[in-house]
């Protein structure tokens, strides 16, 4: 039996031929049941056919976002207000407590937040003017609410992605800008649960191609964000590569790749050790060496170095979604 595709009828003729579909569906067949007609669901086909060209704006991708929620397919949680701030035009209010080194910060970067005023009732209002991260948010929106539409689009509407932080300061963040002070950044919180390499296949897959970051804000949370020409960064929870390269705690950060370093050497004192650990919040790599001075391995400092975590990567699923990620960026 075949089940009539709203998407692939209604396409590119527009709205008229719904009504066709319905009617043909009436007409009595002798033998074979009725196609199965999918309920009509004009306000979701409607969403669907809305392409934003722009980031604000009353048709712009903050409001085809604050719009989806409205209709049950999003979680845009704290980043609601934002949202609706960007979606009018109007600077967009953080709710952060005001920085302690915000003038330290200020005159270290000058130019950074030019942008950025304190709100003497508490927190800042950014004023951006565009959000590329909107872009990626709406693609894969578009494309998980058309997938639950195609398949017959019954039972309850489900929720394609939990949002969370939008815009902040971030007066803290001191290696570089912070991509939620530029309205690059947005953090996912895929399940409300920690993050499995299924959530990062699914996400890798439906994102539009192009220069895309990801890290991990917390076991529970993805940072996504649009930086640098083709970059990508990946952060990953600690259980995605064997254990031994995951970085240990301070004060030494010593783990387990040392560990097996030092006991295949024996008592072979002569050699110079080498072991790799990588920052899971980044996928960061550092090496380290250790030589023999006597009495145990001292081992140096760890020095940040290249690396590519793709292949530490212990589920092959995701080793490949990354790979196809990437040969279509
Ligand atoms: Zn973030």
């Given at each position: 039996m075949e089940v009539l595709?709203?998407?692939?009828?209604?396409?590119?003729?527009?709205?008229?031929?719904?009504?066709n579909v319905r009617l043909d569906a009436q007409i009595p067949t002798t033998s074979a049941a009725p196609p199965k007609v999918q309920p009509?669901?004009?306000?979701?086909?409607?969403?669907?056919?809305?392409?934003?060209?722009?980031?604000?704006?009353?048709?712009?991708?903050?409001?085809?976002?604050?719009?989806?929620?409205?209709?049950?397919?999003?979680?845009?949680?704290?980043?609601?207000?934002?949202?609706?701030?960007?979606?009018?035009?109007?600077?967009?209010?953080?709710?952060?407590?005001?920085?302690?080194?915000?003038?330290?910060?200020?005159?270290?970067?000058?130019?950074?937040?030019?942008?950025?005023?304190?709100?003497?009732?508490?927190?800042?209002?950014?004023?951006?003017?565009?959000?590329?991260?909107?872009?990626?948010?709406?693609?894969?929106?578009?494309?998980?609410?058309?997938?639950?539409?195609?398949?017959?689009?019954?039972?309850?509407?489900?929720?394609?992605?939990?949002?969370?932080?939008?815009?902040?300061?971030?007066?803290?963040?001191?290696?570089?800008?912070?991509?939620?002070?530029?309205?690059?950044?947005?953090?996912?919180?895929?399940?409300?649960?920690?993050?499995?390499?299924?959530?990062?296949?699914?996400?890798?897959?439906?994102?539009?191609?192009?220069?895309?970051?990801?890290?991990?804000?917390?076991?529970?949370?993805?940072?996504?964000?649009?930086?640098?020409?083709?970059?990508?960064?990946?952060?990953?929870?600690?259980?995605?590569?064997?254990?031994?390269?995951?970085?240990?705690?301070?004060?030494?950060?010593?783990?387990?790749?040392?560990?097996?370093?030092?006991?295949?050497?024996?008592?072979?004192?002569?050699?110079?050790?080498?072991?790799?650990?990588?920052?899971?919040?980044?996928?960061?790599?550092?090496?380290?060496?250790?030589?023999?001075?006597?009495?145990?391995?001292?081992?140096?400092?760890?020095?940040?170095?290249?690396?590519?975590?793709?292949?530490?990567?212990?589920?092959?699923?995701?080793?490949?979604?990354?790979?196809?990620?990437?040969?279509?960026?």
């Amino acid at each position: 039996m075949e089940v009539l595709r709203v998407m692939d009828i209604a396409a590119p003729e527009g709205g008229e031929s719904m009504e066709n579909v319905r009617l043909d569906a009436q007409i009595p067949t002798t033998s074979a049941a009725p196609p199965k007609v999918q309920p009509a669901m004009p306000e979701v086909d409607a969403l669907l056919q809305w392409q934003p060209t722009s980031a604000r704006g009353p048709k712009g991708t903050a409001a085809w976002i604050l719009r989806a929620a409205e209709l049950g397919f999003l979680d845009t949680n704290q980043a609601t207000a934002a949202l609706q701030d960007f979606q009018a035009s109007r600077p967009v209010h953080t709710r952060e407590a005001h920085a302690g080194n915000e003038a330290a910060q200020r005159k270290a970067h000058p130019g950074r937040y030019d942008h950025v005023t304190r709100n003497p009732a508490g927190g800042y209002d950014v004023d951006l003017q565009d959000s590329p991260v909107l872009e990626m948010i709406v693609a894969v929106a578009t494309k998980r609410i058309a997938a639950w539409r195609n398949a017959g689009g019954t039972g309850p509407r489900p929720k394609v992605l939990h949002l969370g932080d939008f815009v902040r300061t971030d007066f803290w963040f001191m290696k570089r800008d912070s991509p939620h002070l530029h309205g690059i950044g947005m953090d996912l919180y895929p399940q409300g649960k920690a993050i499995a390499p299924s959530d990062a296949i699914d996400l890798l897959r439906d994102l539009p191609p192009g220069r895309l970051e990801v890290f991990l804000d917390s076991p529970n949370a993805l940072h996504i964000d649009r930086r640098g020409p083709h970059t990508f960064g990946l952060g990953i929870p600690a259980n995605y590569i064997a254990s031994e390269f995951v970085m240990g705690g301070a004060p030494a950060y010593r783990n387990g790749n040392q560990e097996r370093a030092e006991r295949e050497a024996g008592d072979d004192h002569g050699k110079t050790l080498k072991a790799t650990a990588i920052s899971t919040a980044d996928g960061q790599f550092f090496r380290a060496t250790a030589s023999w001075d006597g009495t145990g391995w001292k081992w140096t400092n760890w020095q940040p170095s290249g690396g590519d975590i793709v292949a530490y990567i212990l589920d092959a699923g995701l080793r490949n979604a990354i790979a196809e990620y990437k040969g279509r960026s």
